[in-house]
């Protein structure tokens, strides 16, 4: 069964920066589109950013030129780099993965979960 294994989440106030971290598995990570979901209390799970096996990426509006995503195939890692947080990024964020690179999302694989949470 594959696993994906999140860290990274905390408090940061606003303005602050994060990274999260999720570890998969090394035989298929390499195949893998990666993706960034949230969810919010109350609100439905959103994606927030995705990454192809050959590293091409997308975003969600309300994250674009604050959110990075990335990917270390040599560590069967992928990261999001999130910069800049507001009070309306605090949520579960969830690792999602999957093979193909145009198959749609969200995958069947998903983390466990970390929470962010900005607040002064």
């Known amino acids: 069964q594959v696993q994906l294994v999140e860290s990274g989440g905390g408090l940061v106030q606003p303005g602050g920066s994060l990274r999260l971290s999720c570890e998969g598995p090394?035989?298929?990570?390499?195949?893998?589109?990666m993706g960034w979901y949230r969810q919010a209390p109350g609100k439905q799970r959103e994606l927030v950013a995705t990454?192809?096996?050959?590293?091409?990426?997308n975003y969600a509006d309300s994250v674009k030129g604050r959110f990075i995503i990335s990917r270390d195939n040599a560590r069967n890692t992928v990261y999001l780099q999130m910069n800049n947080l507001k009070p309306e990024d605090t949520a579960v964020y969830y690792c999602n993965a999957g093979p193909g690179d145009n198959a749609p999302w969200p995958r069947a694989t998903w983390g466990q979960g970390t929470q962010v949470t900005v607040s002064s």
């Open positions: 090394r035989i298929v990570f390499s195949i893998y589109a």
């Open positions: 990454i192809t096996s050959g590293g091409r990426t």
